[in-house]
């Protein structure tokens, strides 16, 4: 399974950005995706997480309210709607497939991971 995460760029405070993941290889219809950041110099962090079906998400006390995780099935994708996005929302962008079906807010509990898109708030 491959995830090709896209989206990232340079933007200004207040800006919005949508970070699109696909997936290949295979469906992950029955994983939960998630989405994680790591500041540089700093550790990994959720972001956010939906069930396989949509019917869950569930975020970061830091971004809830102005990031909407979503996905298309059909498409094989999932989708990080940011808006009113902040400096301290800097980082490098990683989403990921999940173990199973429900997902969860550890690194552990993801199985595949995309590459990073590079995301940059300036002030």
């Known amino acids: 399974v491959q995830l090709q995460a896209s989206g990232g760029g340079l933007v200004q405070a207040g800006d919005s950005l949508r970070l699109s993941c696909t997936a290949s290889?295979?469906?992950?219809?029955?994983?939960?995706m998630g989405w994680f950041r790591q500041p540089s110099g700093k550790e990994r962090e959720f972001v956010a997480v939906?069930?396989?079906?949509?019917?869950?998400?569930v975020y970061a006390d830091s971004v809830k309210g102005r990031f909407t995780i979503s996905r298309d099935n059909a498409k094989n994708t999932v989708t990080l709607e940011m808006n009113s996005l902040k400096p301290e929302d800097t980082a490098d962008y990683y989403c990921?497939?999940?173990?199973?079906?429900?997902?969860?807010?550890?690194?552990?509990?993801?199985?595949?991971w995309g590459q990073g898109t590079q995301v940059t708030v300036s002030s």
């Open positions: 990921a497939a999940a173990r199973h079906a429900a997902g969860g807010s550890e690194p552990n509990d993801y199985t595949y």
């Open positions: 290889g295979r469906t992950l219809s029955n994983n939960a």
């Open positions: 939906i069930s396989w079906n949509g019917g869950r998400t």
